[in-house]
């Protein structure tokens, strides 16, 4: 191949790169996620995020897509109804990036289960999360986990 058709070989990143530049998709790229609900707002984060170039994923949701969802939600389609909001958002994360690694959790997190979820998320991740993305109804658990986030 010659060095003029190697420049016009598209990967996922050629774009990002241009933009970013290498060490900073890199960091992207060993960046762990704990995105909070797989819905409306979730959802359209994860694959945002994973368009980006984020590495690791852990995602939580207990739901199953629903014919309403379809309105709203970048996993809902006729195709996906029935299915777990979770197995849905991992193989769209994983079709966007192959390399990307997710962990599944399906609990219902509430104000009285945070401090032992985010104990085993960091313990399923080796101690490392970089970033988390609230994205659930329940008010109670939105302010724990932002006191949680904080401290």
């Known amino acids: 191949m010659t060095e003029t058709a190697a420049a016009l070989v598209e990967t996922r990143d050629t774009k990002l790169e241009i933009i970013m530049g290498r060490e900073a998709l890199d960091k992207l790229a060993d960046a762990t996620v704990l995105v909070l609900g797989c819905g409306g707002v979730g959802s359209n984060c994860c694959e945002a995020l994973a368009r980006g170039g984020i590495g690791h994923f852990v995602i939580l949701d207990k739901d199953i897509i629903a ?65 988390v993305v609230d994205a659930i109804d329940t008010i109670s658990a939105k302010l724990t986990i932002a006191k949680y986030a904080q401290d």
């Open 67 to 131: 014919p309403s969802n379809i309105n709203r939600q970048a996993i809902a389609f006729h195709s996906t109804i029935g299915k777990r909001k979770v197995d849905v958002m991992d193989a769209m994360i994983r079709d966007i990036n192959p390399a990307a690694t997710v962990i599944k959790r399906t609990e219902y997190l509430l104000s009285d289960n945070i401090d032992e979820f985010f104990a085993s998320v960091l313990e399923q991740t080796g101690g490392k999360l970089d970033y």
